[in-house]
Nanobody, 123 residues
Framework: QVQLVESGGGLVQAGGSLNLSCAAS????????MGWFRQAPGKERAIVAT????????YYADSVKGRFTISRDNAKNTVYLRVNSLKPEDTAVYYC????????????????WGQGTQVTVSS
């Protein structure tokens, strides 16, 4: 099993940046692809970005391409999401999740989830 704990969310003005982190427990972290999802008020949870187990390959939702960067440090059992040029529509609870492949972007393909971290962007 993998336990995931997100951190780094907060309140930021439009145009600002945040660094989200997701710390994983367990010695199998490096075998999992990781994903960041988000859920805005009144909306379904949606993919933001994914990264392969080695970190060599990534995927981004069109809405965040060029603004968000996913990375991981397997030695630290941590995956990161750098979020730049934030917009009010980026306001959501951000979740990290562990899954089989970075190519899988449906939430039901991810087995382990964190509790989420709130990101609020003011205009």
């Amino acid at each position: 099993q993998v336990q995931l704990v997100e951190s780094g969310g907060g309140l930021v003005q439009a145009g600002g940046s945040l660094n989200l982190s997701c710390a994983a427990s367990g010695r199998t972290f490096s075998t999992y692809a990781m994903g960041w999802f988000r859920q805005a008020p009144g909306k379904e949870r949606a993919i933001v970005a994914t990264i392969s187990s080695s970190g060599a390959r990534t995927y981004y939702a069109d809405s965040v391409k060029g603004r968000f960067t996913i990375s991981r440090d397997n030695a630290k059992n941590t995956v990161y999401l750098r979020v730049n040029s934030l917009k009010p529509e980026d306001t959501a609870v951000y979740y990290c999740a562990a899954g089989r492949s970075y190519l899988l972007i449906s939430e039901n393909t991810y087995a382990y989830w964190g509790q989420g971290t709130q990101v609020t962007v003011s205009s």
